[in-house]
């Protein structure tokens, strides 16, 4: 009898696992804070589903590891983690943007970003068919020493910027 019961409730979670909907990933904020030797903070905001956050509980996935690594193996930067939480993740890569100097003029260059490795990156796990994801932040922000303000809404990608400053 208490066989019957445990198949009863396992039949039902499997049940309600597979008619819940699909849960999903969603990039919500990315600030890119370029210091003035070139370094830059980049904090990216993102939501998590209950599904997602059990498998960054249990250690299946891990964001803040993951967005480590896309930088460093995409830039060839160093990375260091500053913070990481449920829903935030903050890193300091170290000589993001290029300086170029010219006289009392620095120009300063970041590269071009993009989401789409971090999607590849995802379908590699085991419950990638089972969730949605949205890698195109609501709102990237780039900040440069001297107050320059890019911002980019809803983009996979993120072109290089070149902004030149005036000393």
């Known amino acids: ?22 849960q999903a990933f969603t990039a919500k904020t990315l600030d890119i804070n370029v210091q003035g030797n070139g370094d830059a903070i980049i904090t990216f905001d993102y939501a998590l589903s209950w599904f997602e956050n059990v498998a960054v509980f249990t250690h299946i996935a891990d964001p803040n590891t993951e967005l480590k690594s896309a930088l460093e193996n995409n830039y060839g930067k160093n990375v260091d983690v500053l913070a990481a939480t449920g829903n935030e993740a903050k890193v300091l890569v170290h000589d993001f943007a290029t300086r170029n100097t010219q006289g009392t003029a620095v120009t300063m260059t970041t590269p071009a970003l993009s989401f789409q490795s971090a999607e590849n990156v ?14 195109s932040p609501d709102l990237t922000t780039v900040d440069f020493p001297d107050g320059y303000i890019a911002q980019y809404y809803n983009q996979i990608a993120i072109p290089q910027i070149s902004h030149t400053m005036a000393y």
């Open 1 to 22: 009898m208490a066989r019957k019961i445990l198949y009863l409730i396992l039949g039902i979670g499997i049940l309600l696992f597979c008619i819940c909907p699909a």
């Open 122 to 135: 995802l379908k590699q796990y085991w419950f990638a068919p089972l969730i949605n994801v949205d890698f």
